[in-house]
């Protein structure tokens, strides 16, 4: 049972904006470890979106963003789009168990 | 530009050793601060850190599959491996290999990844 706690799925119609929440705990996001997030399109593997809480690779639209407060984290897609029907998946560390953990993972559907 | 790929027996029987290959192009694994990682994810589910290991042999392993796990890195420093003995269905996943990076241990993402390789644990 995973630790950092996401929606099961999230909806939008194309062109609108949706946010992925990334719920944790003292022992991981709120200890200050940083929070990066994956898109994981149909049958590929995952794809770094965001690293260090807030930043983007290069060639990752800045139409993803990621925040951090506390013990949970965020992803924000604005303008969604077709292409961005995937999974989402959020990672950490997490000092109690000594290891690097991943959300629950969130499924974006483009309505 | 840095690729992966897993290679790798497609089927392992239960109580057996699984053994799979990541091979590293376009880059070294012995160049940069970097940490090279295994990850896994059951057929429908989410994604499970096995562990990382340094260019050095220096690893670290997830406390859940500790007692089962072996990374190791070949001295040619082009490829790295895993080893998870004693499998059963429940270790049946897309296995994936990752350059794991980043500055400090706690802080390190994974990317790029490999295409994946799915073992099925089956007798």
């Known amino acids: 049972q995973s630790v950092l706690t996401q929606p099961p799925s999230v909806s939008g119609a194309p062109g609108q904006r949706v946010t992925i929440s990334c719920t944790g705990s003292?022992?991981?996001?709120?200890?200050?470890?940083?929070v990066h997030w994956y898109q994981q399109l149909p049958g590929t593997a995952p794809k770094l979106l965001i690293y260090?809480?807030?930043n983007r690779p290069s060639g990752v639209p800045d139409r993803f963003s990621g925040s951090k407060s506390g013990t949970s984290a965020s992803l924000a897609i604005t303008g969604l789009q077709a292409e961005d029907e995937a999974d989402y998946y959020c990672?950490?560390?997490?000092?109690?168990?000594?290891?690097?953990?991943f959300g629950t993972g969130t499924k974006v559907t483009v309505v | 530009q840095l690729q992966l790929q897993e290679s790798g027996p497609g089927l392992v029987k239960p109580s057996e050793t699984l053994s799979l290959t990541c091979t590293v192009s376009?880059?070294?694994?012995?160049?940069?601060?970097?940490?090279w990682a295994w990850i896994r994810q059951p057929p429908g589910k989410g994604l499970e850190w096995i562990g990382s290991i340094y260019y050095t042999g220096s690893t670290s392993y997830n406390p859940s599959l500790k007692s089962r796990v072996t990374i190791s890195v070949d001295a040619s420093k082009t490829h790295f491996s895993l080893e998870l003995t004693s499998v059963t269905a429940a270790d049946t996943a897309l296995y994936y290999c990752?350059?794991?990076?980043?500055?400090?241990?706690?802080?390190?993402?994974?990317?790029?990844w490999g295409q994946g390789t799915l073992v099925t644990v089956s007798s």
């Open positions: 376009g880059g070294s694994i012995s160049s940069g601060s970097y940490y």
């Open positions: 990672h950490s560390y997490d000092s109690s168990l000594s290891s690097y953990v």
């Open positions: 003292s022992s991981n996001i709120g200890a200050g470890y940083d």
């Open positions: 990752a350059r794991h990076e980043g500055a400090a241990a706690g802080r390190r993402w994974f990317d790029p």
């Open positions: 260090g809480n807030s």
